[in-house]
């Protein structure tokens, strides 16, 4: 009930396409869902986050969506670019305990 | 506002020795988190100090420990090194209450022979 599943493992894109990353989550506890960051040989950084009673946030090209009935959320890379490729993660959290999924490593091909 | 520093970037051990990596969080922040970053296993949860104490532990042997400092300075030690071992070891900051978001640090690269 702790997992975060998440979903590809690993996603190549065309530049300017979109890339989709996905994420289920069961504990119905968690109330914040944030997208990190994670470059080589950098610590995962903090991209976008979103709580439960939004069923989207955007900022930028980057967009969550969130579906509470289903228990899923996904991160949105509109016009992905070469410099978008990274490893994703998804994590759910719950006052301070953060459950992260395993991960999604995206190349964008110029 | 400096980040979350992690000291060293990177350690060498030989099996069966121990080691120590400190992480000194983002001014303000109280919570202190350990991850372990493997590529099979992911980001797995090591322990969260909030105010000196630990208020969250995942499940790692005993073998890990850590403790935080009055000025919120955090350190992790890990006895009798196994091959296992091996992988990043991140440090994440907070505010600690709730919805606060996880700040990581670089991370230390441990690798244990």
């Known amino acids: 009930q702790q997992q975060v599943k998440q979903s590809p493992q690993s996603l190549i894109v065309q530049k300017g396409g979109i890339s989709i990353i996905n994420c289920a989550y069961e504990?119905?506890?968690?109330?914040?869902f944030p997208w990190y960051q994670q470059f080589p040989g950098k610590g995962p950084a903090l991209l976008i986050a979103i709580r439960p009673d939004v069923s989207e946030k955007k900022e930028g090209r980057f967009t969550i969506s969130f579906n509470k009935s289903a228990k899923q959320f996904s991160l949105h890379i509109m016009d992905s670019q070469p410099g978008d490729s990274a490893t994703y993660f998804c994590a759910a959290s719950f006052y301070s305990t953060f459950i992260f999924g395993s991960g999604t490593r995206l190349s964008v091909k110029p | 506002k400096a980040g979350v520093t992690q000291t060293p970037r990177y350690l060498i051990k030989t099996r069966g020795q121990q080691v120590t990596l400190s992480c000194s969080p983002i001014?303000?922040?109280?919570?202190v988190s350990w991850y372990q970053q493997t590529p099979g296993q992911g980001l797995q949860f090591l322990f969260e100090?909030?105010?000196?104490?630990?208020?969250n532990k995942g499940n790692f042997p005993g073998r890990f420990s850590g403790r935080q400092f009055s000025n919120s300075r955090s350190e992790m030690n890990v006895s009798t090194l196994e091959l296992g071992d091996s992988a990043l070891y991140l440090c994440a900051s907070s505010l600690g209450q709730e919805n606060s978001p996880l700040h990581f640090g670089n991370g230390t690269r441990l690798t244990v022979t």
């Open positions: 001014s303000g922040h109280r919570s």
């Open positions: 504990n119905t506890a968690f109330d914040y």
């Open positions: 100090y909030f105010s000196e104490t630990q208020r």
